[in-house]
């Protein structure tokens, strides 16, 4: 088993958030090693690099929780989506300092993700422009489309890429980031040699 996709399970929100509550117990070593087959349960979830989570409605509470625990049950973790989970800004926050913390994750999905909602200060897109300077670092793809960034969250997005140097791929899709924005954007183009994919689709 190399990776989870719920969101192409059938079930409720509720049954997948179980299923995830599951993966906690079993970082936290509360559930059983043996499954009385010969496979020990907690080596078989940490080899896994792939988890899929999209439209799960953890909102940030079980946001927190599940980034929580990725550390100890998933350390191979490269791939994360998080599609359409209601969020907000303090998910945001929470998922910046995840990345700030993180070196192995390659990929990263946001989208659908309003993470202004609510306020709050700092900004999410403060917290994850930090995260784009911290190194190491293996973060190659960061796909936050429809995530209302506005013009102040490219901004921001824009300083974090100045210093970054392993994010190839960045998708803004639907944030209205606007003339300020895009200019921001443009600019840390100039100093960045790493960055070779910006979406910018939808954007005013």
């Given at each position: ?26 970082a ?9 087959d ?10 896994i690099d ?11 509470k ?11 049950c998933l350390?191979?973790?490269?791939t ?7 969020i ?11 990345l700030?913390g993180?070196?192995?994750l ?18 999410a897109?403060?917290?994850i422009?930090a995260?784009l ?13 429809k ?13 974090g ?5 392993t994010?190839?791929?960045?998708e ?33």
């Amino acid at each position: 088993l190399s990776g989870i996709n719920l969101s192409s399970l059938g079930g409720t929100c509720e049954s997948k958030q179980d299923f995830l509550r599951l993966l906690a117990q079993a970082a936290a070593g509360q559930l059983c090693s043996d499954t009385g087959d010969g496979f020990d349960g907690h080596t078989g979830i940490t080899g896994i690099d792939s988890l899929d989570v999209s439209r799960c409605s953890l909102g940030p509470k079980g946001l927190e929780t599940l980034l929580g625990f990725l550390p100890s049950c998933l350390p191979n973790l490269k791939t994360l989506s998080l599609v359409r989970n209601a969020i907000t800004s303090t998910g945001g926050r929470a998922i910046g300092r995840f990345l700030q913390g993180n070196s192995q994750l390659e990929e990263l999905n946001l989208g659908l993700n309003d993470i202004n909602a609510g306020g709050g200060d700092p900004p999410a897109a403060a917290i994850i422009s930090a995260a784009l300077r911290c190194k190491p670092s293996s973060l190659g793809t960061l796909m936050l489309e429809k995530c209302a960034l506005g013009p102040r969250g490219a901004s921001l997005l824009a300083a974090g890429l100045l210093e970054n140097e392993t994010v190839h791929t960045l998708e803004l899709a639907g944030n209205m980031i606007g003339p300020v924005g895009a200019k921001a954007l443009f600019d840390a183009l100039e100093q960045n040699a790493t960055l070779t994919n910006l979406g910018l689709r939808m954007n005013r």
